[in-house]
Each structure stands twice: as structure tokens, then as C-alpha cells.
């Protein structure tokens, strides 16, 4: 497992594993018309490209041991007060269960460090099944919330937080 940082000629890439991963995912979760909603929203190239201009906004690719992309990670760090904001943490369904969110986790946490925040956050959909890895992962819901998104659709989320 390696983890490299992404550069805008990534975009393509980074857009394919989402999609990938958000229809092998959120079916039952949220309907197609909202999967394709915000797919078009949060995965278009402007929306990444403007990421990418974010010096605090930052994508990595998530490698298996044949140098294969199996995922992406997307944070900000500074999001708030000494807070890192998760803002994607995506995988191929193939690679569920083998260790890479967790490879993915340690490393954002190492980073968080290093840049001196002492907090991550993040949202996730309160039908996830995420949220027992998150838990896994010593992360704890800190509220609950519900985002309207645009066009009919909302997003209810549990909001949870990793204290490095």
C-alpha cells in the first residue's frame, strides 16, 4: 500500500474512482437521481480543479502493491480552529476489508500533525455503514445535521471527530 500525492492531471482519475465507488456504495443509501446529483456537484473538474487552487486543500491516491489507484483521500487542513476537514476518503468496493482506509486514516493523522492541526472532522450519511469503521477508528459523532444540498435533495449526516 502506498499513498501519492495527486496533481490536477489526476482529475480524470480522481473523478473515476468516485463515481466508481459512490454507485457501488450509495444505492440504498440515497436514490440514483441524488447519486448523480452530486456526482455532477462535487465531481465535476471545475469543482476539483478549484480544489486543486486551495493551498490548503489537498488529494492523494491511494496505491495497492501493483502501483494500481484504488482510491482517493481529499482534506483540508485549517478548515477551522486547528481542524482538518475529511472531505473524501473513497475506495474501489474490491479492496473493502483489506486495510486501506485504515493505511489511509493513519497517514491523513501523520499529515494532520504535521501541519499542525489537533482535530479531524468529517460527515457521513447516518445509513453508511462507514460509521462502524470510522468508530473503529477512535472517530466519535459530535452532532448531527441535516445539509440542504440543492434541487430537492438533503444530506443527513452524522458529524464525527478524530481528537490526534
Known amino acids: 500500500m502506498k499513498i501519492k500525492k495527486a496533481t490536477e492531471k489526476d482529475i480524470?482519475?480522481?473523478?473515476?474512482?468516485a463515481e466508481k465507488s459512490w454507485r457501488a456504495n450509495y444505492p440504498g443509501i440515497i436514490s440514483n437521481?441524488?447519486?448523480d446529483y452530486m456526482l455532477d456537484l462535487m465531481y465535476s473538474e471545475k469543482e476539483i480543479k478549484s480544489q486543486f487552487q486551495n493551498p490548503n486543500y489537498h488529494y492523494y491516491l491511494i496505491l495497492n502493491d501493483e502501483n494500481s489507484t484504488v482510491g482517493i483521500l481529499g482534506f483540508?487542513?485549517?478548515?477551522?480552529?486547528e481542524t482538518t476537514k475529511l472531505h473524501r476518503i473513497y475506495l474501489l468496493k474490491e479492496t473493502k476489508g483489506k486495510g486501506f482506509g485504515k493505511f489511509a486514516l493513519n497517514f491523513l493523522a501523520n499529515e494532520v500533525l504535521n501541519l499542525g492541526d489537533k482535530r479531524i472532522i468529517l460527515n457521513v450519511n447516518k445509513e453508511n455503514p462507514a460509521i462502524e469503521f470510522y468508530k473503529s477508528q477512535g472517530f466519535e459523532t459530535y452532532k448531527?445535521?441535516?445539509?440542504?444540498?440543492?434541487?430537492?435533495?438533503?444530506?443527513?449526516?452524522?458529524?464525527?471527530?478524530?481528537?490526534?
Open 12 to 17: 480524470p482519475l480522481i473523478r473515476e474512482i
Open 33 to 35: 437521481d441524488q447519486i
Open 76 to 81: 483540508e487542513n485549517s478548515y477551522e480552529n
Open 144 to 164: 448531527e445535521d441535516i445539509f440542504d444540498i440543492g434541487n430537492g435533495f438533503v444530506m443527513d449526516d452524522y458529524l464525527m471527530e478524530f481528537k490526534i
